[in-house]
C-alpha cells in the first residue's frame, strides 16, 4: 500500500507545458486548500486504515499527519470501524453525480493522550475497481460546545430570573423590543409575543407626564445607561411601580445597538415609601402646628430636629444637621437660659438614667421667664432616636397660682364681713342692749350683709359672663353720650363737692353696645376714681378717637387725682379681689376692676391704665366706633340707672 501525506513534497516530472503541468497546478492548489484548512482531513482504505492527513490533525488529535499514516480510523474515531464506515454511508445521502455516499453525524473523538472531546464528522464513500475508498473530514466542536452550552445556561438564566428582561433593537424604526423573558409576562401581563415589535413606552399608556421618561432618553441619546421608577400599567389596567434599568450592548465600532432593559416590580415597595412620606408629611405639619417644643437626637447624641415652637419658647434656633450639636452642647445653651436658682438637670444625665418618661418642671430666665415641662424618650439602647417634649406650662402655672391666691383671698374677704354679721347677731340674741345700741349693731348687720351680697353678685356676674364668652351680651344702637350722663349721675352725692369734670367729644356718636353692662363698667371706674380719692381732687372724664389693632374706636378716659399705684399693683390691677389699698380703709370687693376688664374685651375693646403713686390713676376704656348699620333700632331716649 502507497501512502500520501500531504505534509510531503510529492516530486513530478519537469515537463515545460501540457496535461501533466495542468495536473501539477491542480495538485499544488488541491495541497494549498488541505493545509489551510483548520478540519482533520482524513483519506482511508477499504480496511478503514488512514492513508492521507492534512497537517490539522496535529492541533485536533496531536498527531503529525505522518504518525497516523496506517492507524485504523477507530483509534481516534472510537466505534468508527470499516464495518461501521461502510454502514454509516449506505445509510447516508446518495451523490448521484459523484456516484458518492455521505453520511453527517457528531461522536466523540480521542486525542493522542486519550482525552475526549466532541466532533462533527463528515464521512463519505466512493466505490471504485480496486474497491472502496473513504475520506473523512473531522471537526473539533469543543469550543461550539461550550458556547452553545453558555449560550444556553445564560438564556436559562434569564428565563429564571424574577426580573423581566426585554432587548430592544436601535437600529429599526420605533427602537422595538426583539426579546422578552418569562418574568416580563409575569410583571406586566403581556406575553413576550405582544411585546416583540413593540417600544417599551406602551407600559406607560399616556402617562408620560413623569421626569424619569426624560432621564431615560437623555441616557439613550447619550449612549449611557440609567436607572429609574416609572409608573407602568399592566395589561389588566393596573397601576405598578417599575425599577427599569437600562444598559447599552456596544457593537464593535462603538455603535450601540441594542439596549438591555431589567424590570423589577417595586410596587409594595413605593407604596410603603409613599406611605412613609406621607406619615412624615403629616407628622412634620403636626410638630410645625404644635405648641408644643420637639427635639430629636439620633443614636449618636447628634441633633438632627428642632420644631419651630421650640424655637420661639426659647429662643434657641437650633437646625438640625445644619451644625454639628450634641447633647453636651446643647445642655451647655440650654442651662444658660434657666433660672439659677433652679437649675434644670442635665439631658445627658437623664439618658444615661434612662428615666426621662417622668415630667419635670424647668425654669427659664431668658429669653423671658417660662415654666416648661419637659419629657425625655430614649430609644438609643435600641438603636434609635432620642426625643424630648417641651410644653409651655407658664400660663397654667400662674392660673394654678392666681387660683390658690384667689381662693386664699376669696374666703378671707367673705370671712370678715360674715364674723362681723356673726358676732352682732350673737350679740343681739345672747345680751339685751338699749335702743341706739340696738340700731347702730343692726346697721353694722345690715352694711356687712350688703357687702356680701355685692362681693356673691359681681363673683356671679364674673363666672357668668365667662361661662357665656359674651353669649349673654345684648347689643343695640345706643347713645354714648346718654350713657356717660347716666354713669356720672349715679356718682353724685349729696353733700360731697367732688363733681366730674366731664368733656365730651361724641355726643352724638352712636355705639353698638350692652348699655346695662357698658353702663356697669363706667359705674365701676368711676366709683374707683371717688374710693381712691379719699382727699378729694379733681376727677376728670373725656372721649376720644383712636385705634386698637388697626380698628377705629371711641375711647373715654377717667381721671383721678387719688393714692395712685405702682408699676407692680398695676400689673395686678385686674386680679379678682386685688385691691390697690392694703389697709381696708376703702370699701370694696376687689372684683370691680375684673369685671370691668371682661365687659370692654368682651364687646371687642381694650382697657389701658396709667398711673403713679401720690400722682393719681386714669383709666381708658376702648370701645369699637363702628358705623351704624342700617335697620337697627334707634338708640334709646333714657336708660336705667342702677
Known amino acids: 500500500m502507497q501512502t500520501h501525506l500531504f505534509s510531503e513534497e510529492t516530486e513530478s516530472p519537469q515537463t515545460p507545458s501540457g496535461p501533466a503541468t495542468a495536473a501539477r497546478g491542480t495538485q499544488s492548489s488541491l495541497e ?87 466532533a462533527e464528522v463528515s464521512l463519505s464513500r466512493t466505490d471504485g475497481e480496486d474497491g472502496a475508498l473513504y475520506a473523512c473530514v473531522v471537526r473539533d466542536v469543543t469550543e461550539q460546545r461550550m458556547s452553545l452550552a453558555m449560550l444556553n445556561l445564560y438564556s436559562q438564566a434569564l428565563d429564571c430570573t424574577s426580573n423581566g428582561v426585554v432587548i430592544s433593537d436601535m437600529t429599526l424604526p420605533g427602537q422595538p423590543v426583539f426579546y422578552a423573558n418569562p418574568a416580563f409576562h409575569r410583571i406586566t401581563g403581556y406575553d413576550p409575543g405582544e411585546a416583540i415589535g413593540r417600544n417599551c413606552g406602551f407600559l406607560q399608556r399616556g402617562d408620560i407626564a413623569q421626569p424619569e421618561i426624560d432621564v431615560l432618553r437623555q441616557a439613550v441619546v447619550r449612549g449611557e445607561g440609567a436607572a429609574v ?5 399592566r ?14 450592548v456596544m457593537a464593535p465600532d462603538g455603535v450601540v445597538r441594542h439596549y438591555v432593559g431589567v424590570l423589577n416590580d417595586v410596587t409594595e415597595r413605593e407604596r410603603a415609601r409613599l406611605a412613609i412620606a406621607e406619615r412624615s408629611a403629616r407628622l412634620n405639619a403636626v410638630f410645625d ?92 439602647a435600641d438603636g434609635g ?29 367673705l370671712r370678715t364681713p360674715m364674723v362681723s354679721v356673726f358676732g352682732f347677731t350673737e350679740l343681739l340674741l345672747n345680751r339685751p342692749v338699749n335702743e341706739e345700741r340696738r340700731r347702730d349693731m343692726l346697721e353694722t348687720i345690715h352694711r356687712h350683709a350688703s357687702l356680701l351680697i355685692n362681693m356673691v353678685n359681681e363673683l356671679l356676674d364674673l363666672a357668668r359672663i365667662e361661662a357665656r364668652q359674651g353669649k ?151 370701645f369699637p366706633s363702628e358705623p351704624s348699620p342700617a335697620g337697627l333700632p334707634r338708640p334709646l331716649a333714657g336708660l336705667p340707672v342702677g
Open 385 to 413: 432616636e432620642s426625643i424630648l417634649f417641651f410644653r409651655d406650662v407658664t400660663r397654667e402655672t400662674e392660673v394654678d397660682r392666681m387660683k390658690s391666691e384667689f381662693l386664699t383671698t376669696a374666703a378671707h374677704e
Open 32 to 118: 494549498a486548500i488541505l493545509h489551510a484548512a483548520p478540519d482533520a482531513m482524513l483519506a482511508l482504505d477499504e480496511q478503514g486504515r488512514i492513508t492521507i492527513a492534512n497537517p490539522a490533525v496535529a492541533s485536533i488529535f496531536g498527531l503529525q499527519p505522518e504518525q497516523m499514516a496506517g492507524m485504523a480510523l477507530a483509534s481516534v474515531l472510537p466505534g468508527i470501524t470499516a464495518e461501521v464506515a461502510a454502514q454509516r454511508t449506505s445509510d447516508g445521502l446518495y451523490m448521484r453525480a459523484s456516484r458518492t455516499w455521505v453520511s453527517r453525524f457528531e461522536t466523540t473523538a480521542l486525542r493522542h493522550d486519550g482525552t475526549p472531546f466532541p
Open 472 to 622: 349673654d351680651m345684648k347689643p343695640r344702637l345706643c347713645s354714648f353720650s346718654r350713657l356717660v350722663e347716666q354713669a356720672v349721675g349715679s356718682m353724685m352725692v349729696t353733700g360731697d363737692a367732688r363733681r366730674v369734670q366731664v368733656t365730651l367729644e361724641h355726643d352724638e356718636a352712636e355705639l353698638l353696645l350692652d348699655p346695662d353692662k357698658t353702663l356697669r363698667a363706667l359705674t365701676n371706674v368711676l366709683s374707683n376714681a371717688y374710693k381712691y380719692s379719699p382727699q378729694g381732687g379733681e376727677i376728670t372724664l373725656s372721649t376720644h378717637d383712636g385705634e386698637v389693632d388697626g380698628r377705629p374706636m371711641v375711647g373715654v378716659t377717667v381721671r383721678d387725682c387719688g393714692i395712685g399705684m405702682s408699676a407692680q399693683e398695676c400689673q395686678r390691677v385686674f386680679e379678682r379681689f386685688y385691691r390697690a389699698d392694703p389697709s381696708g380703709n376703702i370699701p370694696g370687693t376687689g372684683l370691680g376692676m375684673s369685671l370691668v376688664k371682661e365687659i370692654v374685651e368682651l364687646q371687642g375693646g381694650r382697657i389701658d391704665l396709667d398711673s403713679a403713686p401720690g400722682q393719681g390713676t386714669a383709666v381708658t376704656m376702648w
Open 289 to 380: 402646628l404644635s405648641p408644643d417644643g420637639f427635639v430629636v437626637f439620633d443614636r449618636d447624641g447628634r441633633l438632627v430636629y428642632t420644631n419651630r415652637a421650640f424655637g420661639e419658647m426659647t429662643g434657641l434656633q437650633l437646625v438640625g444637621g445644619a451644625e454639628d450639636l450634641g447633647v453636651e452642647d446643647f445642655d451647655h445653651r440650654f442651662a444658660a437660659l434657666c433660672d439659677p436658682a433652679a437649675p434644670c438637670r442635665l439631658v445627658a444625665d437623664v439618658l444615661e438614667d434612662d428615666s426621662g418618661s417622668v415630667a419635670e418642671t424647668l425654669y427659664l430666665q431668658r429669653p423671658e421667664r417660662r415654666v416648661l415641662a419637659r419629657v425625655v424618650r430614649s430609644h438609643a
Open 235 to 248: 395589561k389588566d389596567g393596573t397601576l405598578f411601580f417599575n425599577e427599569l434599568a437600562i444598559s447599552p
Open 229 to 233: 421608577v416609572l409608573r407602568n400599567y
